[in-house]
């Protein structure tokens, strides 16, 4: 296409530079040295102020194809676009518009440094996948790539070339309301799930137009905050960072995510945005991350309120010198970093720094080439909501699906012949299934589970809602009041109930009272639903209960006394189908917990790989001098990695190929796994290692590989797993990742709580 005649002279200018090194080097190192060499000429190029602009991203703020703002912040937004002193937008969506901005970076600024657009495609931009955690629990590491892969490939259709995401947080507090946005509470497969994240959003380069930037969040500890409080104050050890806090961070890395964003919360007294230890010694230097950091919404201006820094200024200065190279929201840099620099505040070698490292992304993105990569309007059209999106978040949603309990098999549902009262207004709800971070998604647009079980024709279906489980609510800041009074709908549901053979009850939160600022301190099923849940089995106990939710919940009581209990999630536009699928057998169930599921709120934080403390057990009978409750068992309702199937698996054999093994070397481990059920099936085979002694304490357990076996009724496998020094390392008292000398457990099931063990002994 032909480009702007400014923004011609500029490319030419850096394409003559660049061709002008004179050194021998390969054609590896020259595509590397010319990269930069292009960015250091555009560099020269630049003012300070020009400089600072790369470093600030505003949000959408004012309607496109309305007149242009002629005051207030709006205006002056608009201007600082105007001048070059925007390097990135963020919720701008559609070609239109995406196009309309780009056109002014591109043909109105003095050197046409096109923008990047950012946008949070969570787990979808307009079609949506399963939350987050729910994807977690298919521990299907080829289907999150390919989810990840297909918002990709929707969101960069509108425009979008950068999404907010994967959110890689560790998460071991279920009051937070963000533990949806992420893989679980487990470090090893969180950082195989961050990995697939970021190579299905970035692809293995980004010369097709259906990749875009993928940004690894939120560095870093944010879901260690206090009490389960969103926002709130972080305090945890070195080897808590290093041993489950950063390897999924590190993993993105690996992958080579381009972009990174700080977190909210402080870390042992300094607010991320403001840490040189996380993003300078750790981010770029330990681990040589080449991409850039972009603070959080407004999270460089929120150092004021950490009591950390006086202004606006201060804190502007604080977050660029500890290695926050973009400003979102906050005005901080744009406002005041050219004084800074020139009072000698902020070294403009760091500004350079930053600087090159969000242009060196825009180049690789390709948008110094073509600025307008991704705003095709044809396709646009023939990509946004297309059928071959809505089969692959169906197979993701059904993947995703964990059964809890099938007590008398009372699962899969007859086909034919049975009288089924469907009750709970989640099960009519074609909205709360998106679940939360779907800003792009339109309400009413998700399969309910009423019309997925409706496509089953042989049998009698008949629906009541019993009662609301929210109440009023505004689309983007996602307010919901729980209903805590209403049970005008208990008599039809109960009534309804002693009519049928079987009874499918919905409940759990609706899709928006998790996420972001959506903590909690009762994790039980929210306003009546419990009341309506004993009414219901009180007039009939044949009931499959179906849970919705975006975080692990407190059902002591259903456990004790529904006879099925399946875990569905907020599964996202396809929710309904994948969900009356499963129920009825046409999808074997095979999801894992990726978080522990308490018995009481009083557990938590609870997580299966806990550390022993010096009294674990009871010493003598009737002890109580010992760590424990007085009030409720220490063990979790349901544990990480658990979940049925409608097979059966046996574990058997287990064997080791020698009991021990020296450095650089490795032993395996082998189990044989059989389906005695009557239907094909599939079963994560889950390694579990313990380090029995350590110069810092080891946990009780923790995963080191799993495997997806699918097996015919009667079929037996033998899987092996590979152990080696990488297997057994950890962040020792040496501040160093290494294996230590000493004697191990093997673990292997289908669940943390795997009782098959071996021991081995490592030595140098």
Not at 46 to 53: A, H, N, Q, R, S
């Amino acid at each position: 296409m032909k480009k702007p005649l400014k923004y011609g002279i500029v490319f030419a200018t850096l394409f003559a530079l660049s061709c002008s090194t004179s050194k021998p080097i390969t054609a590896i190192e020259y595509k590397r040295d010319a990269l930069d060499i292009k960015v250091d000429s555009l560099l020269k190029l630049m003012t300070l102020e020009e400089k600072v602009g790369q470093l600030n991203q505003y949000n959408g703020f004012w309607e496109i194809t309305g007149p242009t703002p002629k005051d207030g912040q709006a205006a002056k937004k608009y201007a600082d676009l105007k001048n070059g002193l925007v390097g990135s937008m963020l919720n701008i969506k559609g070609v239109k518009d995406v196009r309309a901005i780009q056109k002014i970076a591109v043909e109105q600024t003095r050197l046409g440094i096109p923008l990047l657009f950012g946008f949070d495609v969570i787990h979808g931009y307009k079609t949506i996948s399963p939350i987050p955690l729910a994807e977690a629990a298919s521990w299907d590491l080829d289907a999150i790539k390919k989810s990840a892969a297909m918002a990709a490939e929707e969101a960069s259709s509108v425009g979008i070339n950068w999404t907010f995401a994967p959110m890689v947080d560790i998460s071991r507090d279920a009051r937070w309301g963000r533990v949806m946005e992420g893989a679980g509470e487990d470090p090893f497969l969180g950082s195989k799930i961050a990995f697939a994240r970021v190579k299905g959003f970035q692809g293995e380069n980004f010369n097709s137009n259906k990749t875009i930037l993928a940004c690894t969040k939120h560095f870093a500890g944010y879901a260690f905050a206090e009490s389960g409080r969103d926002y709130n104050t972080v305090d945890v050890s070195e080897s808590t960072l290093q041993n489950t806090i950063f390897p999924p961070f590190k993993a993105t890395v690996d992958a080579g995510v381009r972009t990174f964003m700080n977190s909210f919360n402080e870390l042992n007294g300094i607010p991320a945005t403001g840490s040189s230890y996380l993003q300078r010694q750790i981010l770029k230097g330990d681990w040589n991350f080449k991409g850039f950091v972009v603070s959080d919404w407004g999270s460089i201006g929120e150092m004021i309120n950490h009591g950390y820094a006086k202004d606006n200024k201060q804190a502007a200065e604080i977050a660029l010198n500890a290695g926050s190279d973009m400003d979102m929201e906050s005005n901080a840099y744009v406002d005041h970093l050219a004084s800074s620099v020139k009072e000698g505040k902020v070294k403009i070698e760091l500004v350079d720094d930053a600087v090159k490292r969000i242009l060196k992304v825009k180049f690789e993105l390709g948008l110094f080439e073509n600025p307008y990569k991704y705003c095709d309007e044809a396709r646009e059209l023939e990509t946004v909501g297309k059928q071959q999106f809505q089969n692959d978040v169906l197979d993701m949603a059904k993947k995703s699906i964990v059964l809890l309990k099938n007590e008398k098999e009372l699962l899969p549902l007859k086909k034919s012949g049975q009288k089924i009262a469907l009750i709970g207004a989640l099960a009519n709800d074609k909205t709360s299934p998106l679940g939360s971070w779907r800003i792009a998604a339109d309400d009413n647009t998700a399969v309910s589970v009423l019309e997925g079980l409706q496509q089953y024709k042989d049998n009698q279906l008949t629906y009541a809602k019993g009662a609301d489980v929210a109440v009023g609510r505004t689309q983007f800041i996602w307010e919901t009041k729980i209903n805590t009074t209403d049970k005008s709908g208990f008599a039809e549901a109960i009534a309804l109930a002693k009519q049928v053979d079987v009874v499918v009850m919905v409940l759990g939160e609706h899709g928006l009272q998790t996420g972001e600022a959506r903590s909690r301190t009762d994790l039980g099923l929210p306003g009546v639903q419990q009341e309506l849940l004993e009414a219901v089995y009180n007039a009939n106990p044949n009931i499959v209960l179906v849970l919705n939710n975006g975080r692990p919940l407190t059902i002591p009581w259903a456990d004790e006394h529904i006879p099925a209990i399946v875990e569905a999630w907020h599964l996202g536009t396809q929710s309904g189908n994948a969900i009356a699928q499963v129920l009825y057998g046409d999808y074997n169930p095979s999801g894992k917990l990726p978080m522990t599921f308490p018995r009481s709120i009083g557990q938590v934080p609870i997580y299966y790989n806990y550390k022993n403390t010096g009294r674990p057990t009871m010493n003598e009978p009737e002890s109580v001098f010992w760590s424990h409750y007085s009030d409720e068992k220490n063990t979790p309702l349901y544990p990480f990695g658990y979940g049925l199937s409608y097979s059966k698996f046996v574990y058997s054999d287990l064997k080791l190929s020698s009991d021990s093994f020296s450095k650089n070397g490795e032993i395996q481990v082998a189990v044989t796994l059989k389906n005695t059920g009557k239907v094909a099936g599939k079963e994560v085979v889950q390694m579990y290692i313990r380090d029995l002694i350590g110069s810092i304490t080891r946990p009780v357990k923790e995963l080191k590989g799993f495997e997806m076996v699918e097996l015919q009724p009667n079929e037996s496998k033998k899987i092996t797993f590979t152990i080696n020094e990488k297997t057994i390392e950890f962040f020792t008292a040496n501040s160093k990742w290494e294996a230590e000398t000493g004697d191990f457990k093997v673990f292997i099931g289908g669940s943390s709580a795997t009782n098959m063990e071996m021991n081995f002994h490592y030595s140098n």
